[in-house]
Every structure is written in C-alpha cells, then in structure tokens.
C-alpha cells in the first residue's frame, strides 16, 4: 500500500478545527441584515482567503451555518460577514453585542478566478439582496488591484431602498472609483427614491451592455435565472458568465452530502460555477 502524501493534519487544523473569533463591529445595512467584523482574540486576522469562499461561523449551543466571507483577501486585519435574519442561528448573531465570541472555520471552496481568466478583463457584477455579499469581495479584491482589470459595471437591485445592503461602501467608494459605472433599481416606487425602478434582468436588457465581459452574477435563484436568460440573449457566451450558489451547504467537506447536485458537491466543487457547468447540475435543483 503507498503511504499519502497529502497533509491531512494541516488540513483538519487548517480547516476543520473552530477558531474563536471576536466581534470587533456590528453595522446595520437593512432592517434584516448586519455586518459583523470578526478577528482573533490576538487582534490579528483568522485566516487568508480569496473572494468567493465560504467560512462555517457557529455559536456553541445555538448552532452552526455556512456564510460568504464578505471582506476582501486584501484587507490583512480582519474578515466580514453579511448575514441576513432568517432562523434561529441568525437571530441570535442579530441579537450580539460587540466584544461577544463566536466561532469561526474555513475557508471552503473554490474562488472567483481573479488572479487567472479574469485578470485584464471588463467585468459586469450583477447582484439581487442580499446576493452583494459574496460579490463585495471580489469587486473589493478588483478596487484595490485596479491595474489588473479593465472597464467595471455593477448593477445591484433589491426590493426596496432599505434593502440595498452596503449602500455607503457603495455610494462612497465603489460610485467614486475610476472606470466603475454603478447602476441601482428597487423592485417598485418608493418615497425618496428617484433612482431607477424595476427588477433586475428587465434592468440588465434596458442597459445593453457589451458582451466584451465577464459576467459575474449572484443572488436569489429566480433572480439568477432570469439574468442568464437575459445574458445569454444579449450574446453572452456561457463560458463568460459565472454564478455562485451557496445553498444547503452543511459540513463544507463533501462528507455530509446535503449540498450534492448530480456530480457535484457545492461545497468542494463551488461554490463558483461557470454557466456551461451548470448544465451538468440536475433541472431540479
């Protein structure tokens, strides 16, 4: 029998093993979201990750979920998660107060391919709610490597403007930022907003863009749905549109097989597909 080679110990301390992680910063984005900024009990960073990858954030006793790191690799002091209320493991994080512990492991899965088929390429970010969390760290990630990427769009839509989840980072940094065209919608008319109205893949046809880009999308599935249609009308290739999906992940390793799609495990093989991979995955899903 040959012996493996692989670091199994470094893997399972890597990875598998909970970190305390101290809650520095708590903001409110929308009546049902919150940021949370999270460190060692050091003060240093809980670990490096790239955008797009996923960390299981627990509270021992209360319960355990997968969340978007939603900070970019190239913020060296701490790592941030957006969470929306929706169950008992979010209420209870809703209800923290800074200086609480939690506990935090990952990174898991695969990344946006940033430093690889992205690098000089003009890209189109289109997210739907709370479905910027993910992106924030990519199009982060691109802000501050500026040099490496071409031309930037981000069309972001939600229901309503109290929705818009990071709607200061947005207003001041992302709207600020040579060579970034910013473009927001809420789903109907609302008091105070004179801004555009309407959902998002009505939205991304009224725009038109180019097809000299690399869509990257995310958001809810129906949402999803009807933004690769558009795309694809408008002569996106699937190879250039890249989606996440982060649903029903449990364990993160491929153990569990909750997220299982045909072939695939969301968690080790995404949770960043490209559009052509997503023909490989079950109608049903």
Same mark, same amino acid.
């Given at each position: 029998?040959?012996?493996?080679?692989?670091?199994?110990? $470094?893997? *399972?301390?890597?990875?598998?093993?909970? #970190?305390?992680?101290?809650?520095?910063?708590?903001? /409110?984005?929308?009546?049902?979201? #919150?940021?949370?900024?999270?460190?060692?009990?050091?003060?240093?960073?809980?670990?490096?990750?790239?955008?797009?990858?996923?960390?299981?954030?627990?509270?021992?006793?209360?319960?355990?979920?997968?969340?978007?790191?939603?900070?970019?690799?190239?913020?060296?002091?701490?790592?941030?998660?957006?969470?929306?209320?929706?169950?008992?493991?979010?209420? *209870?994080?809703?209800?923290?107060?800074?200086?609480?512990?939690?506990?935090?492991?990952?990174?898991?899965?695969?990344?946006?391919?940033?430093?690889?088929?992205?690098?000089?390429?003009? %890209?189109?970010?289109?997210?739907?709610?709370?479905?910027?969390?993910?992106?924030?760290?990519?199009?982060?990630?691109?802000?501050?490597?500026?040099?490496?990427?071409?031309?930037?769009?981000?069309?972001?839509?939600?229901?309503?403007?109290?929705? %818009?989840? /990071?709607? $200061?980072?947005?207003?001041?940094?992302?709207?600020?930022?040579?060579?970034?065209?910013? *473009?927001?919608?809420?789903?109907?008319? /609302?008091?105070?907003?004179?801004?555009?109205?309407?959902?998002?893949?009505?939205?991304?046809?009224?725009?038109?863009?180019?097809?000299?880009?690399?869509?990257?999308?995310?958001?809810?599935?129906?949402?999803? $749905?009807?933004?690769?249609?558009?795309? /694809?009308?408008?002569?996106?290739?699937? #190879?250039?549109?890249?989606?996440?999906?982060?649903?029903?992940? $449990?364990?993160?390793?491929?153990?569990?097989?909750?997220?299982?799609?045909?072939?695939? *495990?969301?968690?080790?093989?995404?949770?960043?597909?490209?559009?052509?991979?997503?023909?490989?995955?079950?109608?049903?899903?």
């Amino acid at each position: 029998m040959s012996e493996c080679n692989c670091n199994h110990d $470094k893997f *399972y301390e890597d990875t598998l093993i909970p #970190k305390v992680g101290v809650v520095t910063d708590i903001r /409110q984005e929308t009546p049902d979201v #919150k940021t949370f900024r999270v460190v060692a009990p050091d003060g240093s960073k809980l670990f490096e990750h790239m955008p797009g990858q996923c960390a299981m954030v627990s509270v021992p006793g209360v319960g355990e979920a997968m969340f978007s790191i939603t900070s970019s690799p190239t913020n060296k002091e701490f790592q941030e998660f957006s969470i929306k209320k929706c169950g008992v493991l979010t209420d *209870y994080l809703h209800a923290m107060e800074v200086g609480e512990e939690i506990t935090v492991r990952g990174p898991y899965g695969n990344n946006f391919p940033v430093e690889t088929e992205l690098k000089g390429k003009n %890209l189109l970010f289109i997210a739907g709610g709370i479905g910027l969390a993910p992106l924030r760290s990519v199009i982060n990630y691109v802000l501050d490597n500026r040099e490496n990427y071409g031309t930037v769009d981000i069309l972001y839509g939600s229901r309503s403007a109290d929705d %818009l989840v /990071q709607l $200061k980072e947005i207003q001041e940094v992302w709207m600020k930022a040579p060579n970034v065209n910013v *473009y927001l919608t809420i789903d109907r008319e /609302q008091e105070g907003w004179d801004g555009h109205v309407g959902f998002v893949p009505s939205y991304l046809k009224e725009i038109g863009f180019d097809t000299n880009k690399v869509a990257l999308i995310c958001g809810p599935p129906i949402m999803i $749905k009807f933004v690769l249609q558009g795309l /694809q009308e408008m002569g996106f290739d699937k #190879k250039q549109i890249i989606t996440t999906l982060e649903l029903r992940m $449990k364990c993160g390793v491929g153990k569990c097989g909750r997220c299982n799609i045909g072939s695939k *495990y969301v968690c080790k093989d995404g949770p960043v597909f490209h559009c052509d991979e997503l023909d490989e995955i079950p109608a049903e899903y």
